[in-house]
């Protein structure tokens, strides 16, 4: 059959990304969770044989509210990325084209100076002596005493400041190639601005809002730097746990164990929701 | 209630462009109506402007008597079938149908007896749960139908309804589009730039070009007076000449000097005097051609020529004769020709005739 063949070609054409992502992705992966099984040594490396134990360590109920923290941050950056994100395609898609380079390179812009640099200048921006600190204080928005930095509230602002354009890119992929005449049959049919966006574009753009929200939550879960730059002693993040098991106690089984158990909470819900989305989908058509 | 839907002197202006210029018209309830002209004419503008996407300059719009001009396009009682049908993908027929009626916030049962009776009425009963992708165009248009007339619209409009439709499944769409309007009895305003489709679909037709409406009138007065050559050579082929009046005879008849012709007599459509320059239009198939001159003294124009070619479709044949700097188009049925049983080649000399009343005067411009 051609249709079979000219297919078995096109799976020659993966091969190299399947190779990188095999080499590079799918075996260190597997490296990690294989080292959770093994004994920590003394001198931060790994000692040979099998064990549970450190298993078993996680089951420690500190790890719980930290668990709870990183979800409920990731959660919100992503929620607050989209809400955020789905007006600015929106808006982006339908002005000129140049004006649309304009807005995109703005969006990147970010991106050319380094993260550490970014997250410092935050830092200084809600410093006590900072000028946003000031300017809110000079408005009477804050007291005096407020603190901006070293707090929950700066670790969620500057997640969000951080993932934004994660969440923008796949939606205005996905804005650019949506058909705008249907705004036009939306309204003509009776709904009003706000039903046209909400019943016509955000379902147009579904694709990009699930590709956005994926994207914006799996890069917040692993986040570490944020929470330790801007955040504040109680503001910690797996992220940060399994910083400190790698660099300060030296612990690599401990470690691995805390990112298998982070990549699976990650993993599992997103397998639950592609396969009830595959058999929905079956379902209604 | 003569006038139901009443465009009053409409202007819309894109930067220094005039796309709409001072348009008025009306329509009568339950009529067909079309907008008719090239492309960049401004009937699309008109028929945003109906649907409520564009707001005039200058100028009132009404429906059943109530001025809709300042309506946001969700609140008129107008619906439209757009020119790419503009389905919502990720809504099945049904839901696509539905949303007009659900916007509305009606019963549930309304729009279930609703929908189900419009996609009746389109027979689509079967793939009411198909998705539009899975879809024919000539489906898919059936749902845009459906979809917008489900609402009750006191005006349905339909932009370029069969242009992105094959020829076969045109013609059937043609006759499809009549039933539908027969049946539902809404005021139906099409914009075409096709005059076949325009001619077949409407009791009347705006014909628009630059922004203005040319003529307004049925099908049959568009094509058989039209009052400008625009309008002739937009509906249908025209022979035109320029001339001038030289003797006006009382049954309402003119004669036309026209150089390196001759002088025929035509009706006068009482607008011209002596003197006057005018232009002078012939429908090539009005034009008879006969080897002999025909009889003199019969009330009929008669002028030599040679035939330059000849083009066979099938049905009728049309050749281009030369009669000194003219070059005048006639088109045959091929049983008319009365010169015997070959047809004229090439170089042959023939005689082209045509009857005083299907000569016509039209407007005279400065674009051929």
């Known amino acids: 059959m051609i249709s079979g063949s000219r297919g078995s070609k096109q799976w020659l054409l993966t091969l190299p990304s399947l190779a990188w992502l095999g080499v590079f992705f799918v075996i260190p992966s597997i490296l990690v969770v294989l080292t959770a099984f093994r004994p920590a040594d003394l001198h931060g490396g790994v000692g040979a044989g099998w064990t549970m134990a450190t298993i078993h360590e996680l089951r420690d109920p500190a790890y719980l509210p930290i668990l709870w923290r990183t979800v409920w941050l990731s959660g919100v950056t992503t929620l607050v990325c989209l809400v955020l994100a789905v007006p600015m395609t929106f808006q982006m898609a339908r002005v000129g084209p140049r004006m649309r380079q304009w807005l995109l390179l703005l969006v990147i812009i970010p991106f050319l100076s380094n993260f550490l640099i970014r997250i410092f200048a935050w830092k200084s921006l809600l410093h006590p002596e900072g000028p946003l600190t000031r300017l809110l204080v000079w408005l009477h928005f804050i007291s005096e005493d407020a603190m901006l930095l070293n707090n929950v509230g700066a670790v969620l602002l500057v997640l969000i400041y951080t993932q934004l354009p994660f969440a923008i890119l796949p939606l205005y992929a996905a804005a650019e190639k949506f058909d705008f005449a249907l705004l036009d049959a939306a309204r003509d049919l009776g709904a009003g601005p706000w039903r046209s966006f909400s019943k016509v574009f955000v379902p147009g753009v579904r694709r990009g809002l699930v590709s956005a929200a994926v994207m914006v939550f799996v890069c917040s879960v692993g986040q570490y730097v944020i929470p330790q730059m801007v955040g504040g002693a109680s503001d910690e993040m797996l992220g940060n746990k399994i910083a400190q098991r790698v660099f300060s106690d030296r612990n690599l089984p401990h470690a691995s164990a805390l990112a298998g158990g982070l990549m699976l909470a990650v993993l599992v819900p997103m397998l639950v929701v592609s396969i009830w989305q595959r058999f929905g989908r079956k379902e209604a058509s | 209630m003569d006038d139901f839907l009443v465009i009053d002197h409409v202007t819309k202006t894109f930067g220094a462009q005039r796309a709409v210029d001072d348009v008025s018209l009306a329509v009568s309830p339950g009529e067909a109506f079309s907008l008719l002209g090239p492309s960049g004419c401004g009937k699309t503008t008109l028929l945003r402007m109906i649907a409520g996407f564009e707001r005039p300059d200058r100028g009132r719009i009404l429906v059943a008597g109530q001025d809709i001009t300042e309506l946001p396009p969700e609140q008129r009682p107008v619906n439209t079938v757009f020119q790419n049908y503009a389905l919502f993908p990720h809504l099945n027929v049904w ?120 003529q307004i009138d049925s099908p049959e007065h568009l094509y058989e007076t039209p009052r400008s050559s625009f ?85 009728h044949t049309r050749y281009r004769i030369r009669a000194g700097e003219h070059l005048i188009t006639a088109q045959l049925q091929r049983s008319r020709f009365s ?30």
Not at chain 2, 121 to 139: C, D, I, M, T, Y
Not at chain 2, 145 to 161: G, M
Request: neutral net charge; glycine residues 8%; proline residues 4%.
């Open chain 2, 231 to 315: 309008v002739a050579t937009f509906i249908g082929d025209a022979n035109f000449f320029t001339g001038k009046a030289v003797e006006m005879q009382h049954e309402g008849y003119v004669r036309v000097m026209i150089e390196g012709l001759g002088s025929p007599l035509v009706l006068s459509n009482g607008v011209v005097s002596s003197n006057q320059m005018l232009r002078l239009m012939v429908r090539p198939e009005k034009i008879s051609l006969t080897l002999k001159r025909p009889l003199s003294g019969e009330r009929v124009n008669a002028f030599p020529g040679v035939v330059e070619d000849s083009s066979y479709f099938g049905s």
């Open chain 2, 339 to 368: 010169g015997g049983e070959i047809s004229p080649a090439h170089g042959t000399s023939v005689w082209m005739s045509f009857h005083p009343d299907e000569g016509r005067i039209v407007r005279l411009e400065d674009a051929a």
């Open chain 2, 95 to 214: 839901e696509n149908v539905a949303f007009g009626l659900r916007m509305g916030r009606r019963p549930r049962e309304e729009i279930r007896s609703g929908v189900d009776r419009m996609l009746e009425l389109v027979r689509l009963a079967e793939h009411a749960r198909k998705r539009p992708a899975q879809l024919s165009g000539g489906q898919r248009q059936r749902v845009a139908i459906a979809r917008a007339l489900v609402n009750r619209p006191q005006v349905l409009l339909l932009d370029e309804p069969l242009a992105a439709l094959d020829l076969k499944l045109r013609q059937h769409m043609l006759m499809e589009l009549n039933t539908i309007h027969e049946q539902v009895g809404t005021t139906f305003i099409y914009v075409t730039h096709d005059q076949g489709e325009a001619m077949s679909l409407s009791n009347r037709i705006a014909v628009m070009n630059a922004g203005k409406v040319e």
